[in-house]
C-alpha cells in the first residue's frame, strides 16, 4: 500500500530496517538483499543512499540501483546524479579549481538594447 504523503524512499521495506541498522556491515549486507529480493520501489531509497556521506554505502548502492534496474529489465536513467554539497568545500579547502571547458564560446554581454526598449515603452 502506498502512502502519499511519505517521500518516494519511505516506500521501500527496506527503509526502517536501514534505520535501524547499527553499523555499516549490517547496512551493506542489507543492500546486499535488496538486490536479491527488491523490486521497483527500493529504486528511491538507493538513490536516497547514493547521496549518503558515507562513499561505501553510497558506491554499493550506485552499484545495487544499477544492478535491479538491469534485473527488473529497466535501462538506468541517463540523469546525472547531485554531488555532494560537502564536496563543494572541500574543492575550496584544498584550492581545487573547475576543469576548463574547450570549445565554450558563451558571450554574457547585456546588449543596452534592453534599457532603450524599457524606456520606449514608458
Known sequence: ???SNLPEHFQSIFHQLFEH???LDCKLLLLDQILEI???KEIPLLEELENSE???LSNKAFKIRTSLLNKLGRPPSKKKTRLPMNLCFLYDEF???PAKLKGLDMDF???L????TEQENQ
Open 1 to 3: 500500500m502506498k502512502d
Open 21 to 23: 541498522a547499527t553499523d
Open 38 to 40: 527488491g523490486d521497483i
Open 54 to 56: 558515507n562513499l561505501a
Open 95 to 97: 584550492d581545487i579549481k
Open 109 to 111: 554581454e547585456v546588449s
Open 113 to 116: 538594447e534592453i534599457f532603450e
